[in-house]
C-alpha cells in the first residue's frame, strides 16, 4: 500500500511536466547514396496524460522517432527527455510499447505473452499472474488467456499487444500504428476501446498513424509531419469534448479539423 | 496389402522366393540374426557411428550456420563456397576419407559427420533467418538482456526449425555411415549387408533391412512427435 501511495505521489509530480520532451532532435542515416536526412529539427513536448497522435505520410520517419522515444535507436542529435530523463535504453519502467500487429510471441499464450515484460525482469510468478490477469480484464479479454495468437482475431491480438505494453504500469505508452492492419469496423471499436483503457489509465499515450480519421478521434493534440526529411509542420488542437463518441465523426468540427490535416499533407507532396 | 503380397507373392512362386524371401521367413531370420554375437557386436559397432558422427556434425554445423546467418563477415565468405560443397556427392570423397583414416571407426565418422555437417549448416542458417527482427524488436523494449533476446526469443522461433534439421541431418548421417560400411569396412551393419548380399542370402539381406529401416524409423518418429509438440503455436 505504502508503495501505491508514493506511486501517486510521484504520478501528480509528472503530472505538472512533460512526460516526454524532445528538443531539436535531427536524424540522419547513411544510405547507398552517402548520407539521407530522415528526422530534421524536432522539438515537441507532450503533457502527462495526454493523448497525441503524429500522422505523416509513409517513410516520414514517424515511426523511427517513436522508436527513439522509447530508447530503441540513437538520433543523430538532440535530446529526448522522458518524466525528466534523457532515454538512451530502452527502460519498461518509464515507457510501454505497442508494435503494429503480428507482434506477439505466436510459441506464446495470451496470458504468457502479457506476462513476458515482467519475466523479463523475473517478477515472482504469482505477481506476474496477477498482473497479467488484470491487464486481461482491463483490455476486455477475460478468459482467453489460454490461447495462441494464431486462434485470436486481428482487434483481439492488438488487446493483447495493449495489455502487454501496459503490464509494468509505465506512465508512457508508445503505439506505432497499432490498428494498421484491422479492417475499418475493427478499427474504430479499437480505438474506442483504447480511449476507454486511456481514461480508465491516466496514461501519456503517444500513437502514430496514418489515418487522419482515427488521429482526429482519438487525439488531444495532432502533430503533423512532412515527408522525409520529417519535420513538424503543424501542431492541431483537437477540441472535440471527452468522452468521444462515433457520433462526433459526422460533426462540422472533426469535418474541418480532418480537413486542416489534410490540406497541410497534401500541400507539401 | 504390401505385406501380404510380400508373404504370399514368393509363396505362391508369382516371384522367386530365392531372391524375394517371404516375410514370415525374413521376420524368422531377423530374430535368428539378432541373437548372433557377430550381429550385436556389428549393431554396437554402426550405433557407435552414428551417435558420434551425428555429435561431431550437429554442434559444428549448427554453430557455422549461426555465425553465416548473423554475421554479415562470415555469411559473405563462406555462404557462396557452403552452397558449392553442398551441391557436390559427399560419396566420391569416400576413397580421400579412406587414404586419410584407413577403413576404421575413424573413417565411417570422419566421413558421416562431413556428408551431414552441410544440411546442418543450412538449416541452422534458415533457423536464424527465421527469427523475426520484430520480435527481438518487442524484447529489447522490454529491457531483454542480449542473454534473453537469445533465450527467449531466438531458441523459441528456431526450436521447430531445427528439430526438423535434427531429423533430416540424421537421415544424411545414416546413410554416410552405411554408404562407409558397405564400401569398405570389416565391421558394422553395413558391412554385413553388402556380404550378405554378394553371398546371396536373401533372409539374412532382407533382415537387415528390416533392422536398419526400424531403427531409422523409430528415430525419425520420435523426433516429429517432439517437433509436433514444440510447434503447436504453428499455424
Redesign the interface.
Known amino acids: 500500500m505504502q508503495r501505491v501511495a508514493n506511486l501517486s505521489e510521484l504520478r501528480a509530480k509528472e503530472a505538472q511536466a512533460a512526460a516526454i520532451e524532445v528538443a531539436e532532435l535531427s536524424h540522419v542515416y547513411l544510405g547507398r547514396e552517402g548520407k539521407v536526412p530522415a528526422l530534421e529539427d524536432i522539438s515537441l513536448d507532450v503533457g502527462a496524460g495526454r493523448f497525441v497522435v503524429i500522422v505523416g505520410p509513409s517513410g516520414c520517419g514517424k515511426t523511427s522517432l517513436l522508436m527513439m522515444m522509447?530508447?530503441?535507436r540513437r538520433p543523430s542529435s538532440g535530446t529526448i527527455l522522458c518524466a525528466g530523463r534523457s532515454i538512451d535504453?530502452?527502460?519498461?519502467d518509464r515507457?510501454g510499447?505497442v508494435?503494429?500487429e503480428?507482434?506477439l510471441?505466436?510459441?506464446?499464450t495470451a496470458l504468457e505473452n502479457i506476462e513476458?515484460?515482467l519475466s523479463?525482469?523475473r517478477a515472482p510468478r504469482l505477481e506476474r499472474r496477477r498482473r497479467a490477469d488484470a491487464m486481461l480484464d482491463l483490455v476486455g479479454l477475460p478468459g482467453f488467456g489460454a490461447r495462441?495468437?494464431?486462434e485470436l482475431s486481428g482487434g483481439m491480438k492488438q488487446r493483447v499487444s495493449i495489455a502487454r505494453g501496459l503490464v509494468?504500469d509505465p506512465p508512457v505508452l508508445l503505439m506505432d500504428e497499432p490498428f494498421a492492419a484491422l479492417d475499418e469496423q475493427t478499427r474504430m471499436t479499437m480505438g474506442h476501446e483504447l480511449l476507454r483503457i486511456w481514461s480508465q489509465t491516466n496514461k501519456t499515450v503517444v500513437f502514430v498513424t496514418h489515418s487522419l480519421t482515427e488521429a482526429v478521434y482519438l487525439a488531444d493534440e495532432v502533430l503533423v509531419m512532412s515527408p522525409r526529411p520529417g519535420r513538424i509542420i503543424d501542431r492541431v488542437e483537437v477540441t472535440l469534448p471527452r468522452p468521444r463518441t462515433y457520433e462526433m465523426m459526422a460533426t462540422d468540427v472533426f469535418g474541418r479539423l480532418r480537413e486542416r490535416i489534410w490540406q497541410k499533407i497534401r500541400k507539401v507532396n | 496389402m504390401v505385406l501380404a503380397a510380400w508373404e504370399w507373392l514368393p509363396r505362391w512362386a508369382i516371384v522367386n522366393a530365392e531372391l524375394l524371401p517371404p516375410l514370415s521367413d525374413v521376420l524368422a531370420m531377423f530374430f535368428t540374426i539378432l541373437g548372433r554375437s557377430q550381429v550385436q557386436e556389428a549393431i554396437g559397432v554402426t550405433t557407435g557411428e552414428v551417435v558420434l558422427a551425428f555429435m561431431f556434425a550437429v554442434p559444428i554445423g549448427a554453430g557455422v550456420g549461426v555465425l553465416v546467418a548473423e554475421s554479415e563477415y562470415f555469411g559473405q565468405i563462406f555462404r557462396p563456397m557452403l552452397f558449392y560443397v553442398f551441391s557436390i556427392p559427399k560419396s566420391i570423397f569416400l576413397p580421400m576419407f579412406i587414404l586419410v583414416f584407413g577403413i576404421g571407426f575413424e573413417q565411417k565418422v570422419a566421413y558421416a559427420a562431413f556428408s551431414t555437417v552441410f544440411i546442418v549448416i543450412m538449416s541452422a542458417a534458415a533457423a536464424v533467418e527465421s527469427v523475426?527482427a520484430?520480435?527481438v524488436?518487442?524484447?529489447?523494449?522490454?529491457?531483454?538482456t542480449r542473454t534473453?533476446v537469445l533465450t527467449?526469443?531466438y531458441v523459441?522461433?528456431m526450436?521447430p526449425f531445427l528439430l526438423e534439421a535434427l531429423r533430416i541431418s540424421m537421415i544424411f548421417n545414416f546413410t554416410g555411415v552405411m554408404i562407409a560400411e558397405m564400401y569398405a569396412s570389416r565391421s558394422g551393419i553395413g558391412q554385413l549387408i553388402a556380404s550378405w548380399g554378394e553371398n546371396f542370402q536373401m533372409p539374412q539381406l532382407f533382415a537387415g533391412v528390416v533392422l536398419l529401416a526400424a531403427a531409422a524409423i523409430g528415430f525419425n518418429e520420435t523426433v516429429r512427435w517432439l517437433e509436433a509438440r514444440c510447434s503447436?503455436?504453428?499455424?
Open positions: 522509447a530508447g530503441l535504453v530502452p527502460d519498461p515507457v510499447v508494435f503494429q503480428a507482434s510471441f505466436p510459441w506464446l513476458f515484460p523479463i525482469r495462441y495468437p494464431h509494468q | 523475426k520484430d520480435h524488436l518487442v524484447a529489447r523494449s522490454y529491457g531483454a534473453q527467449r526469443v523459441p522461433s526450436l503447436a503455436w504453428r499455424t
